[in-house]
């Protein structure tokens, strides 16, 4: 009780304080109230810091600010009150109380134990409370009548506050004063709510009414009862309601607090009203508080409140309002004189909604309407707007499997058995990880035929009838044309809304107005077709059945079961009729608005014009007047006014004519609709004729009815290229139909690449074959799931039949006298579909990721969702786009949604919200943005050097800031994507051609990132060098070696170490080029010498053969050569822009013996294999005549100056591509230099005094020679071609055999090539002899020399060698050679030897010639492929590339060795002991000479050719021939200006125009030597001019060969002055856009 | 007037090197391993250039039981944020006497965030799996592998997995970072 005393004496004092304040003023102000509350804080901050030791001061007076102020808002109130309540106090008091409490928490009334701290405290309290007591002691006197009440209310706050905090310690109930700062305040105010509450509580029980008042803070004023005693007896029951309360309070004030300061202000204002009641309350406390002080006095007891239910009802009722179950009429729903508007029935797509319950929707829209603007919920049909439904009918995410029931599914674990992984990088990787194997169910259901060479002509009537009637039906589900013109009667109905809406005149409106009036046209003309289409396809089945009907007849038997029946639907006349007119008026009335509409607008037109030219004439006149008054402007005028007199008088439109349009409209209603009342014709189809008997049937037909029994068909699923399984055998049915009915299942370890079913028809002993490719499955396609497909297949395959049956590919005919013939193909549709397994619990057997590109596969397999999802659709999204914009496709339809959401992506329409973000902070913390960071050019350049990208890929330092780099790099690459497509015209002059290089360039990107590729792929010994260690014979080989007398006179040859090609550098390699000697340089012919003219254009073969050779005069020659000055050739070698020469040596087989060195320099500083091999630099050999001129003017000096000019005069040239040097490693041999068939000034006549033992064997080749030894140092790796197995459509047979055919070989003759099996440019495996096919040169070649077979021979190989040549080696680096088929060669105008010699060999077969393609190697080329012709019991080679034959006998023959020969049906491998073409016999029936790859243990299967059955040769466009012509002299000419810079460069018209004249005669005589007299002829009109020039000759593929041949030549290097030159071109067009280009290029100086 | 022309101040992207080399394992039950391994960084790095992953050859040490693979590592990134940052990987796999591969071990590790060379020892678990499958492991090899392997570096509910841990994978990684001061990172 002593703690009680305490506490009435500090409230005591407390109450003094406020007096105090009061006595100030009575109305105290908000800041009057902080001061005082300041002084009071002063006390009440002490205590709090002993009592529950804030830790934080600043806290701590934050939370005292907020208790103020709060404070300050309740003692505004009992200051009204007159109670002069003391808030400060309560705190502390409270909190001793509630250790009190804690220990004793049922009792509030017992002695409360007060702890040390405690008592401390209130010892202080004491202190303190003495002082105020002795200041104001009157006052509390005073005012002592209400402490009671105090005393009360703050026992109940006890109370409350213990139950609040019952489970809370000391701690606790700190932490949240330190550490939330908003807790104090709302502590306070929950008292304060406590306190009000409690005052309640006294004046009666609270009522839910109250309770809920309670809550939402809507006090009434009430008057109090004020009964003593009931307070007494309620308060323990009211208590815990009180409490409930208060904690409900409490977490509500948590919640919104502000809300609840707000509220404090109201209720401020309210209980501003009842200061009266409470005095008499006050009393009553006061009485209270005097008698008795134990708890009962405190407590009420109280029976718990109850409510009736139904009074409960009757209060609900007003306060709350529940919508009815009742349907609202919909007349509710839809703005008010509106008809409800149902879009579905307008044919616009309105998606299914999701299911709500009716009552539910009842309610809503009850509530709804409820609602002020409630209608705006509802669509136009009156329901609620809502969107689709949702849910997807299929699985979009892939479902997860567990093995384990219990276990997540992303935790699982899978038990491996340890395997060996033996898979390589082509089997689906991963496949040991993950379920092992996978399978593929294929599942053959059947085939029906569509043709079949065994229909008689009544099945393929049959089958159109029913291809037709499947159409009808089609069209009929389908039911476009009624979908159109319910679609064009709603579209109606639209625009009618539209125009009958008056006062929505908006210019949206309008424009909606016109969009529906253009549907509607477009709308129209579709129905239209539609119908028509309908209709025909009607009237044709009506056709074909009668058709039947007509040969049944005729033929008086029935094979086929089927009939049509045309069902008549009898219709309403009338009301036909009338809805027929009414169509048809408002199509007019339409038409009609439409025409008007043309017309008003072309009178508007009219109008503006007419005023436009009324204006002329007026301002005409007012001139003409003008004119009369002012004749000094006459001239002016007469200008302006011929300006303006063509201003014609325009015309007024013509008005449409309604009759005319009706007419029309009549007319193609008629055409494409059922008249009127005509029934409506419905066909059925059935199968219920009867077939007659075959013994019934005449003889053909009985024929093919057993034909037809007796064929069977069987089919074989081939995966990969290789049979799996195949199906049992089954017969033919009569209807053309097998059912197989098979499932197979086929576990797969490697990547499915393709799946064909192969259908075999075996009809006796004949099979024919037919191949039907199937697709391979998307990985969601499973088993059990997926539909039977029906896969269309046919074939050309040619069948005739002596019986009834049509045959295939072949021309029938229905009619008695044969015409209208049909030609139909074997056709049918093979029932079948391929889908994944599904294991037995449930798992699909699918690889992991189905990947295209299994090329780097990365060593982890995770899950990927890019990857899985698979990014496939369609390439040009915009243009999509574009096109969907324009069709008008409704976006709503869900036929459609792939497509729109596909759009949408793409063009960004509604891309902003519509994805999930993973990482929802990223943006924010971000560094920079995307945009800057895909801006980099320095992270561009890293990325694609790291990708590889040619450009890019040996860029060795990359600039270490973004500024440094240019954008020069990209403009290229950048360009080159843009370009891809775009063709260049300049750079090729022909268009034809510019589309051949960009389609050779796109060939080659796809071989070359292929092989990229196949590059990764590394094994054993690529990593790891090993030598071998030396084993005990080795070893005592070289011991024995050491015996060995030395013999320093006869040299070992070493092998040289191969060095790797990446660890080079630029400087390292050099080529190596040993010029040896010269054989017949042609020389120099003295000035004005009459030459002896021998005609050598009139060679035959047979004389060019024969080895007794021409005799020619040794005198002539003799006496010829010592009055001559002969020829100081020189050698230059150019490579890569350096020049190398020898010395210079005298005459015509000279003799050097020099070692040139030139540097490589690999493009880009790459030296990698496939860099090296794509190199496409040449290497030119030029052979020069050093010609030195006496220039000395001056006699007088001769003796003591030797002034000479040397000139240097092309006499021809070698040219070896690099990529041959790098592949062979060396060259050695003599090679034909390229002479220009005429050399001006230059003869070449042999030197019959020299070197006689070689003359016999020399002198029938003309044309000099050079021997030549080339290498690289050091040396180098060739790169081996990527082994990549590529897939193939030859039998399994033929390749095995094949495989062992060659195994065979190589093992004897290492060295020598075996083709049998050659890549074509689909790069698939093609057997060498399918490529000889005869094939007809064009006509006009053959027409050329008639008579004169030889001739005829060497035209058509010249035309061959006049195909552009492109070797494979440079456009496939080291992937492989490709072999094209003649027509794809002719096609791209572009090939190596191969595809020459191939095509030269078919026409030598269609020729009628014997003729093999030859397999060797020659020099330059290494690896090539000639062509051998038997003619006139003589072997003839043939250089197909160059267009130049040889004998067999041929020392220069520049053929070395032969190791295959192919004709169209077999392959012979030389199995002779020398390969050396003169010691070859070529006798292929002697089999120990030639291997037979076709023998008789496995005969020839008769494979069909690869190569069409003619080739289709275009004429050449002269006028495009001379086009070019005059771009190529055009551009020449500038050229070789630009290379003489320093000096002028003049041109000979007349040398030039002759020189024109004489190109075609070259062309003609095949570029053979017509040259002396065209020496003769030029001398005689040039006499006073020295000419040296040449004509060369090229076949035309783009402009920059041309122009390097022609530098190369050296012609503008002379800087004699007033040197002239003269240069003259011809294009001599061939068929098929082949060009012989001749230059003619010569320089002349006038002769002094 | 003199007008100072002032180039744009340049945006300097962040960049990270990653330059060692997986030394090998050890603290295996077995030797003859090999390890498969990745990097996992997130969307806001770009791989600019180098493997992200790759696979180590079967070391076969005859003595001393630490399997040597010094496997070279050569990452380059470029980022444009924190987050992510890279991960690395690993699986170690045994390979026994009858050329059949095991896994041995799972593990993963941060690339260090501070420039310079580290150290790294990254620890590896395996899945136990129930005693029917320790029974067959023990017998005839194989054992349970995870069925997802991004679940070795994202650790959503591996605490679940009932694992035992396996031998160490010895790390030496290398990282050079540039322009992260642009940014206001430091290290």
Same mark, same amino acid.
């Given at each position: 009780?002593?703690?009680?005393?305490?506490?009435?004496?500090?409230?005591?004092?407390?109450?003094?304080?406020?007096?105090?304040?009061?006595?100030?003023?009575?109305?105290?102000?908000?800041?009057?109230?902080?001061?005082?509350?300041?002084?009071?804080?002063?006390?009440?901050?002490?205590?709090?810091?002993?009592?529950?030791?804030?830790?934080?001061?600043?806290? *701590?007076?934050?939370?005292?600010?907020?208790?103020?102020?709060?404070?300050?808002?309740?003692?505004?109130?009992?200051?009204?009150?007159?109670?002069?309540?003391?808030?400060?106090?309560?705190?502390?008091?409270?909190?001793?109380?509630?250790?009190?409490?804690?220990?004793?928490?049922?009792?509030?009334?017992?002695?409360?134990?007060?702890?040390?701290? @405690?008592?401390?405290?209130?010892?202080?309290?004491?202190?303190?409370?003495?002082?105020?007591?002795?200041?104001? *002691?009157?006052?509390?006197?005073?005012?002592?009548?209400?402490?009671?009440?105090?005393?009360?209310?703050?026992?109940?706050?006890?109370?409350?506050?213990?139950?609040?905090?019952?489970?809370?310690?000391?701690?606790?109930?700190?932490?949240?004063?330190?550490?939330?700062?908003?807790?104090?305040?709302?502590?306070?105010?929950?008292?304060?709510?406590?306190?009000?509450?409690?005052?309640?509580?006294?004046?009666? /029980?609270?009522?839910?009414?109250?309770?809920?008042?309670?809550?939402?803070?809507?006090?009434?004023?009430?008057?109090?009862?004020?009964?003593?005693? !009931?307070?007494?007896?309620?308060?323990?029951?009211?208590?815990?309601?009180?409490?409930?309360?208060?904690?409900?309070?409490?977490?509500?004030?948590?919640?919104?607090?502000?809300?609840?300061?707000? =509220?404090?202000?109201?209720?401020? $204002?309210?209980?501003?009203?009842?200061?009266?009641?409470?005095?008499?309350?006050?009393?009553?406390?006061?009485?209270?508080?005097?008698?008795?002080?134990?708890?009962?006095?405190? /407590?009420?007891?109280?029976?718990?409140?109850?409510?009736?239910?139904?009074?409960?009802?009757?209060?609900?009722?007003?306060?709350?309002?529940?919508?009815?179950?009742?349907?609202?009429?919909?007349?509710?729903?839809?703005?008010?004189?509106?008809?409800?508007?149902?879009?579905?029935?307008?044919?616009?797509?309105?998606?299914?909604?999701?299911?709500?319950?009716?009552?539910?929707?009842?309610?809503?829209?009850?509530?709804?309407?409820?609602?002020?603007?409630?209608?705006?919920?509802?669509?136009?049909?009156?329901?609620?707007?809502?969107?689709?439904?949702?849910?997807?009918?299929?699985?979009?995410?892939?479902?997860?499997?567990?093995?384990?029931?219990?276990?997540?599914?992303?935790?699982?674990?899978?038990?491996?058995?340890?395997?060996?992984?033996?898979?390589?990088?082509?089997?689906?990787?991963?496949?040991?990880?993950?379920?092992?194997?996978?399978?593929?169910?294929?599942?053959?259901?059947?085939?029906?035929?569509?043709?079949?060479?065994?229909?008689?002509?009544?099945?393929?009537?049959?089958?159109?009838?029913?291809?037709?009637?499947?159409?009808?039906? %089609? &069209?009929?589900?389908?039911?476009?044309?009624?979908?159109?013109?319910?679609?064009?009667?709603?579209?109606?109905?639209?625009?009618?809304?539209?125009?009958?809406?008056?006062?929505?005149?908006?210019?949206?409106?309008?424009?909606?107005?016109?969009?529906?009036?253009? +549907?509607?046209?477009?709308?129209?003309?579709?129905?239209?077709?539609?119908?028509?289409?309908?209709?025909?396809?009607?009237?044709?089945?009506?056709?074909?059945?009668?058709?039947? #009907?007509?040969?049944?007849?005729?033929? #008086?038997?029935?094979?086929?079961?089927?009939?049509?029946?045309?069902?008549?639907?009898?219709?309403?006349?009338?009301?036909?009729?009338?809805?027929?007119?009414?169509?048809?008026?408002?199509?007019?009335?339409?038409?009609?608005?439409?025409?008007?509409?043309?017309?008003?607008? #072309?009178? +508007?037109?009219?109008?503006?014009?007419?005023?436009?030219?009324?204006?002329?004439?007026?301002?005409?006149?007012?001139?003409?007047?003008?004119?009369?008054?002012?004749?000094?402007?006459?001239?002016?005028?007469?200008?302006?006014?011929?300006?303006?007199?063509?201003?014609?008088?325009?015309?007024?439109?013509?008005?449409?004519?309604? /009759?005319?349009?009706?007419?029309?409209?009549?007319?193609?209603?008629?055409?494409?609709?059922?008249?009127?009342?005509?029934?409506?014709?419905?066909?059925?189809?059935?199968?219920?004729?009867?077939?007659?008997?075959?013994?019934?049937?005449?003889?053909?037909?009985?024929?093919?009815?057993?034909?037809?029994?007796?064929?069977?068909?069987?089919?074989?699923?081939?995966?990969?290229?290789?049979?799996?399984?195949?199906?049992?055998?089954?017969?033919?049915?009569?209807?053309? =139909?097998?059912?197989?009915?098979?499932?197979?299942?086929?576990?797969?370890?490697?990547?499915?690449?393709?799946? =064909?079913?192969?259908?075999?028809?075996?009809?006796?002993?004949?099979?024919?074959?037919?191949?039907?490719?199937?697709?391979?499955?998307?990985?969601?396609?499973?088993?059990?799931?997926?539909?039977?497909?029906?896969?269309?297949?046919?074939?050309?395959?040619?069948?005739?039949?002596?019986?009834?049956?049509?045959?295939?590919?072949?021309?029938?005919?229905?009619?008695?006298?044969?015409?209208?013939?049909?030609?139909?193909?074997?056709?049918?549709?093979?029932?079948?579909?391929?889908?994944?397994?599904?294991?037995?619990?449930?798992?699909?057997?699918?690889?992991?990721? %189905?990947?295209?590109?299994?090329?780097?596969?990365?060593?982890?397999?995770?899950?990927?969702?890019?990857?899985?999802?698979?990014?496939?659709?369609?390439?040009?999204?915009?243009?999509?786009?574009?096109?969907?914009? $324009?069709?008008?496709?409704?976006?709503?339809?869900?036929?459609?949604?792939?497509?729109?959401?596909?759009?949408?992506?793409?063009?960004?329409?509604?891309?902003?919200?519509?994805?999930?973000?993973?990482?929802?902070?990223?943006?924010?913390?971000?560094?920079?943005?995307?945009?800057? %960071?895909?801006?980099?050019?320095?992270?561009?350049?890293?990325?694609?050097?790291?990708?590889?990208?040619?450009?890019?890929?040996?860029?060795?330092?990359?600039?270490?800031?973004?500024?440094?780099?240019?954008?020069?790099?990209?403009?290229?690459?950048?360009?080159?994507?843009?370009?891809?497509?775009?063709?260049?015209?300049?750079?090729?002059?022909?268009?034809?051609?510019?589309?051949?290089?960009?389609?050779?360039?796109?060939?080659?990107?796809?071989?070359?990132?292929?092989?990229?590729?196949?590059?990764?792929?590394?094994? /054993?010994?690529?990593?790891?060098? @090993?030598?071998?260690?030396?084993?005990?014979?080795?070893?005592?080989?070289?011991?024995?070696?050491?015996?060995?007398? &030395?013999?320093?006179?006869?040299?070992? &040859?070493?092998?040289?170490?191969?060095?790797?090609?990446?660890?080079?550098?630029?400087?390292?390699?050099?080529?190596?080029?040993?010029?040896?000697?010269?054989?017949?340089?042609?020389?120099?012919?003295?000035?004005?010498?009459?030459?002896?003219?021998?005609?050598?254009?009139?060679?035959?073969?047979?004389?060019?053969?024969?080895?007794?050779?021409?005799?020619?005069?040794?005198?002539?020659?003799? +006496?010829?050569?010592?009055?001559?000055?002969?020829?100081?050739?020189?050698?230059?070698?150019?490579?890569?822009?350096?020049?190398?020469?020898?010395?210079?040596?005298?005459?015509?087989?000279?003799?050097?013996?020099?070692?040139? @060195?030139?540097?490589?320099?690999?493009?880009?500083?790459?030296?990698?294999?496939?860099?090296?091999?794509?190199?496409?630099?040449?290497?030119?050999?030029?052979?020069?005549?050093?010609?030195?001129?006496?220039?000395?003017?001056?006699?007088?000096?001769?003796?003591?100056?030797?002034?000479?000019?040397?000139?240097?005069?092309?006499?021809?040239?070698?040219?070896?591509?690099?990529?041959?040097?790098?592949?062979?490693?060396?060259?050695?041999?003599?090679?034909?230099?390229? !002479?220009?068939?005429?050399?001006?000034?230059?003869? =070449?006549?042999?030197?019959?005094?020299?070197?006689?033992?070689?003359?016999?064997?020399?002198?029938?080749?003309?044309?000099?020679?050079?021997?030549?030894?080339?290498?690289?140092?050091?040396?180098?790796?060739?790169?081996?071609?990527?082994?990549?197995?590529?897939?193939?459509?030859?039998?399994?047979?033929?390749?095995?055999?094949?495989?062992?055919?060659?195994? $065979?070989?190589?093992?004897?003759?290492?060295?020598?090539?075996?083709?049998?099996?050659?890549?074509?440019?689909?790069?698939?495996?093609?057997?060498?002899?399918?490529?000889?096919?005869?094939?007809?040169?064009?006509?006009?070649?053959?027409?050329?020399?008639?008579?004169?077979?030889?001739?005829?021979?060497?035209?058509?190989?010249?035309?061959?060698?006049?195909?552009?040549?492109?070797?494979?080696?440079?456009?496939?680096?080291?992937?492989?050679?490709?072999?094209?088929?003649?027509?794809?060669?002719?096609?791209?105008?572009?090939?190596?030897?191969?595809?020459?010699?191939?095509?030269?060999?078919?026409?030598?077969?269609?020729?009628?010639?014997?003729?093999?393609?030859?397999?060797?190697?020659?020099?330059?080329?290494?690896?090539?492929?000639?062509?051998?012709?038997?003619?006139?019991?003589?072997?003839?080679?043939?250089?197909?590339?160059?267009?130049?034959?040889?004998?067999?006998?041929?020392?220069?023959?520049?053929?070395?060795?032969?190791?295959?020969?192919?004709?169209?049906?077999?392959?012979?491998?030389?199995?002779?002991?020398?390969?050396?073409?003169?010691?070859?016999?070529?006798?292929?029936?002697?089999?120990?000479?030639?291997?037979?790859?076709?023998?008789?243990?496995?005969?020839?299967?008769?494979?069909?050719?690869?190569?069409? @059955? $003619?080739?289709?040769?275009? &004429?050449?466009?002269?006028?495009?021939?001379?086009?070019?012509?005059?771009?190529?002299?055009?551009?020449?000419?500038?050229?070789?200006?630009?290379?003489?810079?320093?000096?002028?460069?003049?041109?000979?018209?007349?040398?030039?125009?002759?020189?024109?004249?004489?190109?075609?005669?070259?062309?003609?005589?095949?570029?053979?030597?017509?040259?002396?007299?065209?020496?003769?002829?030029?001398?005689?009109?040039?006499?006073?001019?020295?000419?040296?020039?040449?004509?060369?000759?090229?076949?035309?593929?783009?402009?920059?060969?041309?122009?390097?041949?022609?530098?190369?030549?050296?012609?503008?290097?002379?800087?004699?002055?007033?040197?002239?030159?003269?240069?003259?071109?011809?294009?001599?067009?061939?068929?098929?856009?082949?060009?012989?280009?001749?230059?003619?290029?010569?320089?002349?100086?006038?002769?002094? | 007037?003199?007008?100072?022309?002032?180039?744009?101040?340049?945006?300097?992207?962040?960049?990270?090197?990653?330059?060692?080399?997986?030394?090998?394992?050890?603290?295996?039950?077995?030797?003859?391993?090999?390890?498969?391994?990745?990097?996992?960084?997130?969307?806001?790095?770009?791989?600019?250039?180098?493997?992200?992953?790759?696979?180590?050859?079967?070391?076969?040490?005859?003595?001393?039981?630490?399997?040597?693979?010094?496997?070279?590592?050569?990452?380059?990134?470029?980022?444009?944020?924190?987050?992510?940052?890279?991960?690395?990987?690993?699986?170690?796999?045994?390979?026994?006497?009858?050329?059949?591969?095991?896994?041995?071990?799972?593990?993963?590790?941060?690339?260090?965030?501070?420039?310079?060379?580290?150290?790294?020892?990254?620890?590896?678990?395996?899945?136990?799996?129930?005693?029917?499958?320790?029974?067959?492991?023990?017998?005839?090899?194989?054992?349970?592998?995870?069925?997802?392997?991004?679940?070795?570096?994202?650790?959503?509910?591996?605490?679940?997995?009932?694992?035992?841990?396996?031998?160490?994978?010895?790390?030496?990684?290398?990282?050079?970072?540039?322009?992260?001061?642009?940014?206001?990172?430091?290290?």
């Amino acid at each position: 009780m002593a703690s009680m005393d305490n506490l009435r004496e500090k409230i005591k004092s407390k109450r003094k304080a406020l007096q105090a304040s009061l006595a100030v003023s009575s109305e105290v102000t908000d800041t009057r109230g902080l001061v005082v509350e300041e002084i009071e804080n002063g006390t009440r901050l002490e205590n709090a810091t002993i009592v529950e030791e804030i830790q934080n001061e600043d806290e *701590q007076v934050e939370n005292l600010k907020r208790t103020m102020k709060a404070q300050r808002q309740r003692r505004k109130k009992m200051l009204i009150d007159d109670v002069g309540l003391h808030p400060e106090g309560s705190i502390q008091e409270m909190n001793v109380i509630t250790h009190r409490q804690r220990t004793l928490p049922s009792l509030p009334e017992t002695t409360p134990r007060t702890s040390f701290a @405690e008592y401390s405290m209130r010892e202080k309290m004491r202190e303190k409370l003495k002082a105020a007591r002795s200041k104001a *002691q009157s006052a509390i006197r005073q005012e002592e009548a209400s402490a009671p009440a105090r005393r009360l209310t703050r026992f109940k706050d006890q109370e409350s506050v213990t139950r609040f905090d019952t489970e809370v310690d000391d701690d606790e109930m700190r932490r949240p004063r330190g550490d939330e700062s908003p807790f104090p305040s709302s502590r306070v105010r929950f008292r304060e709510i406590a306190n009000k509450a409690k005052r309640e509580a006294q004046d009666e /029980l609270p009522s839910a009414e109250t309770t809920y008042n309670f809550f939402t803070f809507n006090f009434d004023p009430e008057p109090e009862e004020t009964e003593a005693e !009931t307070i007494k007896e309620k308060q323990p029951e009211t208590l815990p309601k009180i409490d409930q309360e208060e904690e409900e309070e409490e977490e509500h004030d948590e919640d919104g607090e502000e809300s609840a300061v707000t =509220k404090e202000v109201e209720e401020e $204002e309210e209980e501003e009203d009842r200061p009266l009641v409470k005095d008499n309350g006050e009393d009553e406390d006061d009485y209270l508080f005097i008698i008795g002080q134990t708890a009962r006095d405190f /407590l009420v007891v109280k029976a718990p409140d109850y409510e009736s239910y139904h009074s409960q009802r009757q209060k609900d009722r007003k306060f709350l309002f529940t919508p009815s179950i009742l349907t609202v009429s919909t007349s509710e729903k839809v703005p008010e004189n509106m008809q409800p508007r149902f879009l579905e029935d307008e044919g616009i797509y309105v998606g299914e909604r999701p299911k709500v319950s009716k009552s539910n929707q009842n309610i809503l829209e009850n509530r709804l309407l409820k609602n002020e603007e409630g209608k705006k919920w509802f669509g136009s049909d009156g329901r609620i707007i809502a969107l689709a439904n949702p849910i997807k009918r299929t699985q979009t995410r892939p479902s997860m499997f567990s093995l384990h029931e219990k276990v997540d599914p992303a935790i699982e674990t899978l038990y491996k058995k340890a395997e060996k992984s033996m898979y390589d990088n082509r089997y689906i990787a991963g496949s040991a990880e993950l379920q092992g194997h996978f399978q593929l169910d294929i599942d053959v259901a059947g085939i029906a035929f569509t043709h079949h060479p065994m229909f008689s002509r009544e099945h393929v009537l049959a089958s159109k009838l029913s291809q037709l009637y499947d159409q009808y039906l %089609f &069209r009929q589900q389908k039911n476009l044309a009624n979908l159109y013109s319910d679609k064009l009667c709603a579209l109606r109905n639209a625009v009618k809304n539209i125009t009958d809406d008056r006062h929505v005149k908006s210019s949206v409106a309008q424009r909606r107005l016109m969009e529906y009036k253009s +549907e509607i046209r477009t709308i129209r003309r579709m129905c239209h077709m539609e119908q028509e289409k309908d209709w025909t396809l009607l009237k044709s089945l009506a056709k074909v059945w009668k058709d039947i #009907k007509s040969l049944r007849e005729f033929q #008086k038997f029935t094979n086929t079961p089927i009939k049509l029946h045309l069902r008549r639907q009898e219709i309403n006349r009338k009301a036909d009729e009338i809805s027929y007119e009414c169509e048809i008026q408002t199509e007019v009335a339409e038409l009609l608005e439409d025409y008007q509409e043309e017309y008003k607008n #072309k009178m +508007e037109e009219y109008k503006i014009k007419y005023e436009e030219w009324k204006a002329w004439r007026k301002a005409k006149k007012a001139k003409k007047k003008k004119n009369k008054s002012a004749d000094e402007q006459q001239v002016d005028d007469a200008e302006e006014s011929s300006i303006v007199e063509e201003f014609p008088k325009p015309d007024p439109p013509e008005q449409v004519d309604v /009759l005319l349009i009706e007419q029309q409209v009549r007319a193609t209603a008629a055409r494409i609709r059922r008249k009127p009342g005509e029934p409506v014709l419905a066909p059925e189809l059935s199968m219920t004729a009867t077939v007659t008997p075959t013994s019934q049937c005449p003889r053909g037909e009985q024929l093919r009815r057993q034909d037809v029994q007796r064929s069977t068909l069987h089919t074989k699923v081939i995966f990969n290229n290789k049979e799996v399984s195949r199906t049992s055998s089954r017969t033919l049915a009569s209807d053309f =139909k097998v059912h197989f009915g098979q499932i197979f299942n086929v576990q797969i370890v490697n990547w499915p690449e393709s799946i =064909k079913i192969q259908i075999f028809e075996t009809v006796g002993i004949s099979t024919t074959k037919v191949e039907v490719f199937v697709p391979i499955p998307e990985t969601s396609v499973l088993t059990g799931s997926v539909p039977i497909e029906e896969i269309e297949f046919s074939s050309d395959h040619r069948v005739m039949f002596d019986h009834e049956g049509v045959g295939s590919g072949v021309p029938f005919s229905f009619e008695a006298d044969g015409s209208n013939k049909l030609t139909l193909l074997t056709s049918g549709k093979l029932a079948c579909c391929v889908s994944w397994a599904v294991s037995e619990d449930g798992v699909p057997l699918v690889p992991p990721i %189905f990947e295209q590109n299994i090329g780097i596969q990365s060593a982890l397999k995770h899950m990927d969702a890019i990857l899985s999802i698979g990014a496939s659709g369609l390439t040009d999204t915009k243009k999509l786009a574009k096109w969907a914009a $324009e069709s008008r496709l409704d976006p709503n339809d869900p036929s459609n949604t792939a497509l729109m959401q596909l759009i949408m992506s793409t063009t960004g329409e509604a891309q902003e919200k519509d994805f999930f973000r993973l990482e929802q902070l990223q943006e924010e913390f971000n560094f920079v943005s995307e945009d800057d %960071f895909n801006k980099s050019k320095r992270f561009r350049l890293l990325q694609l050097r790291n990708e590889e990208v040619a450009e890019f890929h040996n860029y060795k330092q990359v600039p270490i800031l973004d500024r440094e780099i240019s954008e020069k790099i990209f403009q290229e690459y950048e360009k080159k994507h843009r370009e891809k497509d775009v063709v260049d015209m300049t750079s090729h002059l022909d268009p034809h051609r510019a589309l051949v290089a960009r389609f050779l360039q796109k060939v080659r990107d796809s071989v070359v990132s292929r092989f990229l590729l196949a590059k990764h792929h590394h094994v /054993l010994s690529d990593m790891v060098v @090993e030598e071998a260690v030396p084993s005990i014979s080795m070893l005592g080989i070289s011991l024995f070696k050491l015996t060995e007398p &030395r013999r320093p006179l006869r040299p070992q &040859r070493k092998e040289r170490k191969k060095v790797t090609a990446q660890n080079l550098s630029d400087g390292d390699i050099n080529l190596l080029v040993n010029i040896i000697r010269a054989y017949d340089i042609p020389i120099r012919k003295p000035i004005g010498s009459k030459l002896p003219l021998t005609s050598r254009s009139a060679r035959s073969i047979n004389e060019t053969f024969s080895t007794s050779q021409m005799p020619q005069s040794p005198t002539q020659s003799h +006496e010829w050569f010592t009055n001559q000055t002969s020829v100081r050739p020189f050698v230059e070698v150019s490579f890569q822009r350096t020049i190398r020469q020898t010395a210079t040596a005298e005459g015509p087989n000279p003799n050097w013996n020099e070692e040139l @060195e030139l540097p490589f320099r690999a493009p880009n500083g790459n030296y990698s294999t496939a860099n090296l091999q794509s190199v496409t630099d040449e290497v030119f050999i030029n052979v020069f005549d050093e010609v030195i001129y006496d220039v000395l003017e001056d006699d007088r000096e001769r003796g003591s100056g030797v002034h000479t000019r040397i000139e240097r005069h092309w006499l021809g040239a070698v040219q070896i591509p690099f990529s041959t040097i790098y592949s062979q490693s060396r060259l050695d041999g003599t090679f034909r230099i390229n !002479t220009p068939p005429v050399l001006l000034g230059y003869s =070449k006549e042999r030197n019959l005094s020299s070197e006689r033992g070689w003359e016999a064997v020399r002198s029938l080749s003309e044309g000099s020679y050079l021997s030549l030894f080339i290498t690289i140092e050091p040396h180098l790796v060739p790169g081996e071609s990527a082994n990549e197995k590529f897939e193939t459509q030859e039998d399994e047979k033929l390749l095995q055999r094949a495989e062992k055919f060659q195994k $065979e070989v190589k093992q004897k003759f290492p060295n020598r090539r075996c083709v049998t099996l050659a890549t074509d440019l689909t790069g698939k495996l093609v057997f060498v002899t399918r490529f000889i096919n005869p094939l007809f040169p064009p006509q006009e070649l053959l027409d050329a020399f008639p008579n004169d077979l030889e001739a005829t021979t060497e035209l058509v190989a010249r035309y061959v060698s006049l195909m552009p040549f492109l070797p494979d080696s440079i456009s496939f680096a080291g992937i492989c050679d490709l072999w094209c088929t003649s027509d794809q060669f002719l096609n791209l105008l572009a090939g190596d030897e191969e595809e020459h010699a191939v095509l030269l060999c078919n026409y030598f077969l269609a020729m009628g010639k014997k003729a093999w393609l030859m397999i060797g190697t020659a020099i330059p080329e290494g690896p090539t492929a000639y062509v051998l012709t038997y003619e006139q019991k003589q072997y003839v080679i043939w250089n197909s590339t160059t267009g130049q034959y040889y004998g067999q006998f041929d020392a220069f023959c520049p053929l070395q060795s032969v190791s295959c020969l192919v004709s169209a049906d077999n392959v012979w491998f030389n199995m002779q002991k020398y390969d050396t073409v003169t010691r070859i016999h070529f006798d292929t029936s002697k089999s120990n000479f030639w291997k037979p790859f076709f023998s008789r243990s496995f005969p020839f299967p008769g494979l069909s050719s690869v190569q069409p @059955e $003619e080739l289709v040769y275009r &004429r050449t466009d002269k006028a495009a021939a001379v086009e070019l012509q005059d771009k190529i002299e055009k551009i020449l000419k500038e050229k070789i200006m630009e290379w003489r810079p320093r000096h002028p460069t003049r041109w000979n018209r007349y040398c030039t125009s002759t020189l024109r004249q004489f190109l075609p005669k070259l062309e003609l005589s095949n570029g053979a030597e017509v040259g002396i007299d065209h020496c003769a002829e030029l001398q005689s009109l040039l006499g006073d001019y020295r000419i040296s020039g040449f004509p060369i000759n090229l076949s035309f593929s783009e402009l920059r060969p041309i122009v390097e041949a022609v530098h190369s030549t050296g012609v503008h290097n002379t800087v004699i002055p007033h040197v002239e030159f003269a240069l003259a071109v011809y294009v001599h067009p061939y068929p098929n856009n082949v060009l012989s280009v001749w230059i003619y290029v010569a320089s002349l100086v006038r002769n002094r | 007037m003199e007008t100072v022309y002032r180039f744009p101040p340049e945006k300097r992207m962040a960049e990270v090197h990653i330059i060692g080399q997986i030394v090998g394992a050890s603290g295996f039950p077995q030797n003859s391993l090999f390890c498969k391994w990745g990097l996992q960084a997130g969307c806001a790095w770009k791989l600019l250039s180098g493997l992200k992953d790759g696979q180590t050859q079967v070391d076969n040490p005859v003595i001393k039981d630490m399997a040597y693979w010094s496997h070279p590592i050569d990452i380059h990134y470029a980022t444009k944020g924190l987050q992510g940052w890279p991960k690395l990987y690993i699986q170690v796999w045994h390979q026994d006497s009858f050329g059949r591969n095991e896994l041995y071990g799972y593990g993963f590790c941060h690339i260090p965030s501070s420039p310079g060379t580290h150290e790294i020892q990254c620890v590896t678990w395996r899945p136990l799996g129930t005693w029917q499958e320790q029974l067959s492991q023990m017998f005839v090899g194989g054992g349970p592998q995870l069925k997802h392997s991004d679940l070795i570096y994202t650790g959503a509910d591996r605490y679940r997995l009932q694992t035992v841990a396996m031998g160490k994978v010895h790390l030496q990684l290398s990282i050079i970072l540039r322009n992260f001061d642009q940014y206001g990172v430091e290290y």
